[in-house]
């Protein structure tokens, strides 16, 4: 079997004692486990490091979200510099997911670790996962690897069994949607709105005016000195309204509590939307921990000052305005992916606690978008909103009571959306999952090129690129000059990962994030893949293709059929006839294993003894 590392950076500190449970619980299945206090110092030959990030009770919750957001951070910096392909991250995180509607968030500070690790997962499938577990269900750790081969990339452990994340569309639309004020909002009371002279804030203080709202407080960093708020407070007081317009640090606690110290006594405050937020934008491997501060303290830190200074103040309503880049971890934002769980977690720990609670996981919304993001968007699983939809679905969260809502459309650009679906909207949108003949492409392409005439091959994988970045972008092939740089090209941050992930999957190597800035034109990339691809043919990488090949085969089927065919009695008469060729010390001891195998144990024996390639294609 593969080899597992626990990572332990503090041998002699409190968290020790967690690696050391993890890790015994991995020894006693079976599998090899070293304990490391450095991503550096796993051994060769080990396929999954687990990083066990144990809750802490002690500080204020945003300042524990921030620590775990920079350790996650760092390990995976540290990964990423190994230059391993065949090492696999888990981050393990306890009593940080609700796994079921009757469950408590035990801890709510642990919601940074899941959105960084998704987005890390998004710009770099196959290398990072993540996992929630309870204290008897850590041998279930090593079941996990046999999922990820599958695409399951994130996994709640309870009770000693494995569960995985997938999105439930909403039942049918609740009663109280209408023309009036949000159903249970006192009309006369107060309406506070932060980042409310902006964006969605100022979009959502129009839609409440026009509902009957007549008290609003749209706060903001620069108040009424910001681009537009005055000319938005006369606007809505043209409603009807009374608008206040104040500037505040959502991040300093002392802003906040002085704006809700000027609400008078007739128009108390009756809801609250969070709605502020900055973007801070760029691959995983660029954050630091500053940037990752940047994003965080006026959401989650906003956020929390917000609850604590309105908790005894008989809310109506406490909505925070999230987004689906945390619930899919968007690539290129992994703080701000972060930052949005954090809300998650801070609405589900209202829920708990009988407060009104509402995190609003919004889509994209058309308005503010560029042009070749709008197009782009239009090819994901997840067209735009436009904005009176978007304050639809405004007007139906606030009427149920889930805490975590993903206000989104699915599908609506039409056919199936281009690249992979996620593994967590299985089920709601169709398209994207990798085939097993999708599985094996890169393997005909390397045996293309081989096949061909040197001074065909070039143009051949230079097709491929330029046709993959047409589609990232949005363009016609033709306008994809192959000399030109891709910066120059519209190429952005997002679109970079986006064409790296879809080249790494058609070439299946192990293609760097920076794979567009290390060699910056189309024509530039097409010689180091020819350079790469060619460079792997032969007999020995001719024979893993093969491998490959019946790897993905095996993988696509379901394992009851493999046990009514011979498939198994053939599978286990070659193993064990080309392992007694060349037969060792102890080697009869895999023939035995192979003689009583399962289905299941001889999907694994080929994922572990074979070695497996765990890299886009696999995983995405």
Request: cysteine-free.
């Amino acid at each position: 079997m593969a080899r597992w590392a626990v990572l332990d950076p503090t041998p002699a500190g409190a968290e020790s004692g967690v690696a050391r449970t993890v890790a015994e619980a991995l020894t006693g299945t079976g599998r090899e486990v070293s304990v490391v206090d450095t991503v550096d110092a796993v051994p060769d030959g080990t396929g999954m490091l687990v990083v066990p990030l144990p809750g802490n009770t002690d500080g204020s919750v945003p300042g524990r979200a921030r620590a775990l957001a920079r350790r996650t951070l760092g390990v995976v910096t540290d990964r990423l510099s190994t230059g391993r392909p065949d090492l696999t991250v888990l981050f393990l995180t306890r009593g940080g997911v609700a796994a079921a509607p009757d469950e408590r968030l035990a801890d709510p500070a642990t919601g940074t670790v899941w959105g960084l690790a998704r987005s890390a997962r998004s710009e770099h499938p196959g290398v990072f996962a993540v996992a929630d577990t309870d204290a008897g269900s850590l041998a279930a750790l090593a079941t996990l690897p046999a999922l990820l081969t599958a695409g399951e990339t994130e996994f709640v452990l309870r009770d000693g069994a494995v569960r995985v994340s997938r999105l439930a569309p909403a039942d049918g639309p609740t009663d109280g949607t209408g023309d009036g004020p949000v159903l249970g909002w006192d009309p006369d009371g107060t309406v506070l709105v932060t980042g409310g002279t902006g964006g969605l804030g100022a979009e959502l203080a129009r839609h409440l005016a026009g509902r009957g709202h007549r008290n609003l407080l749209l706060v903001s960093r620069r108040g009424p000195d910001a681009p537009g708020a005055l000319e938005l407070r006369a606007e809505l007081a043209a409603h009807g309204a009374e608008v206040t317009v104040a500037a505040a640090d959502t991040a300093v606690r002392a802003d906040l509590a002085a704006v809700l110290a000027t609400i008078p006594a007739e128009h108390p405050l009756t809801a609250v939307v969070h709605a502020a937020g900055v973007l801070d934008d760029g691959t995983v491997g660029s954050l630091t921990d500053e940037r990752l501060d940047t994003v965080l303290a006026p959401k989650v830190d906003g956020a929390w000052h917000l609850h604590d200074l309105t908790r005894d103040a008989g809310l109506r309503g406490f909505v925070l305005y999230s987004s689906v880049a945390g619930v899919l971890g968007a690539a290129g934002q992994a703080n701000y992916a972060a930052a949005n769980v954090a809300l998650d977690d801070l609405a589900r720990h209202r829920h708990d606690l009988g407060l009104p609670g509402l995190s609003l996981a919004w889509g994209p919304w058309a308005a503010g978008m560029g042009e070749a993001v709008a197009e782009r968007a239009a090819r994901t699983a997840m067209p735009p909103l436009d904005t009176a939809d978007g304050l639809a679905l405004f007007d139906e969260a606030v009427t149920r009571t889930e805490p975590v809502q993903v206000a989104v459309r699915l599908g609506g650009g039409g056919g199936r959306p281009a690249g992979p679906v996620p593994p967590i909207l299985r089920g709601l949108v169709v398209g994207g999952r990798r085939s097993a003949s999708d599985r094996t492409s890169s393997q005909d392409l390397a045996r293309t090129l081989a096949e061909m005439a040197p001074e065909r091959r070039e143009e051949h994988v230079l097709s491929l690129v330029t046709r993959s970045a047409a589609a990232v972008l949005g363009h016609d092939v033709a306008e994809v000059t192959v000399d030109k740089e891709f910066r120059a090209l519209g190429v952005d941050s997002l679109a970079a990962v986006e064409l790296r992930n879809g080249l790494t999957a058609a070439t299946g190597l192990a293609l760097p994030s920076t794979l567009v800035f290390d060699f910056p034109t189309p024509l530039a990339v097409a010689r180091h893949l020819v350079g790469e691809l060619v460079g792997a043919t032969g007999p020995v990488p001719a024979l893993t293709a093969e491998l490959d090949r019946l790897d993905a085969a095996l993988a696509s089927a379901d394992p009851a059929d493999l046990t009514g065919a011979d498939v198994l009695t053939r599978l286990r008469r070659l193993l064990a006839r080309h392992e007694a060729r060349d037969r060792g010390p102890g080697g009869a001891g895999v023939e035995d294993r192979i003689r009583e195998a399962s289905a299941e144990d001889v999907l694994a024996f080929i994922d572990n003894e074979l070695g497996r390639a765990r890299n886009g294609s696999d995983h995405s």
